[in-house]
């Protein structure tokens, strides 16, 4: 049965809005960041049928670190590395390196205290495999459903009958970028809240970028004030 024949039952996604992601002293810091949280929190005392926060746990050594690797091909933002897929050591991917971050257990890996996270429903721990990325809170760069997550996220929303994932935190041009493509893949109806995200690039070739893509999936950026979160708020009228 489609969805728009279901009833409406919507999941909010709150992305990787940890230390290592917000200024001042994340070791990959987005600008603005913190910024999103009020509206955030905002949606977190809205009546979502689910409230899924996911973060980043790398294990130390990860594929992605530059200190993973050796000169010169080490450089953060602009050296590769190949990873292999766990599951089929055939397939191959490049894989950017980045500076140290978000290494399970330490304060860069916690979602920063601003956030509401008693609201949360669960909390889903990703990219626990050092040998491979996971920028969605669905599967890792090769489409893997593996314990590289703490939760099969998809299993959990469908389980749930959730109709609608509205994604908002970090990164617009990548985790949640992924996070929403993967929502629409499993066949959800995905949004992603502008106002409720940051990207590394806030230009053409960042979140202009994932705008296009978003497009093209059929994915809708919505606004904070607009009509798709009026719906969400307005069940606790209905109830």
């Known amino acids: 049965m489609a969805n728009e024949m279901k009833v409406f039952k919507p999941a909010l996604l709150v992305v990787d809005v940890q230390e290592d992601f917000c200024p001042p002293n994340g070791s990959l810091a987005v600008p603005g960041g913190r910024d999103i949280t009020p509206l955030i929190n905002d949606l977190l005392s809205a009546p979502f049928a689910l409230k899924i926060g996911t973060k980043e746990s790398h294990p130390e050594g990860h594929i992605s670190f530059d200190t993973s690797h050796s000169p010169p091909n080490n450089r953060a933002f602009e050296s590769f590395a190949v990873m292999t897929n766990p599951l089929n050591p055939s397939q191959t991917k490049p894989v950017q390196l980045w500076p140290v971050h978000c290494v399970n257990g330490t304060p860069g890996a916690e979602i920063i205290p601003e ?47 959730i109709t609608h994932v509205y994604v908002v935190g970090l990164t617009g041009d990548c985790c949640v970028k992924c996070t929403a493509l993967d929502a629409k893949q499993e066949g959800f109806e995905a949004y992603v809240i502008g106002e409720a995200t940051r990207s590394v690039d806030q230009g053409e070739k960042g979140w202009g970028s994932a705008v296009k893509e978003f497009k093209e999936a059929g994915i809708e950026v919505i606004r904070f004030e607009g009509p798709e979160v009026k719906r969400v708020k307005d069940l606790s009228r209905e109830t």
């Open 115 to 161: 956030i509401e996270i008693p609201k949360l429903d669960f909390i889903v721990e990703k990219a626990r495999d050092k040998r491979v990325e996971m920028f969605s809170g669905f599967a890792d760069a090769f489409g893997n459903k593996t314990d590289s997550a703490s939760l099969n996220l998809a299993a959990k929303l469908k389980e749930s009958d």
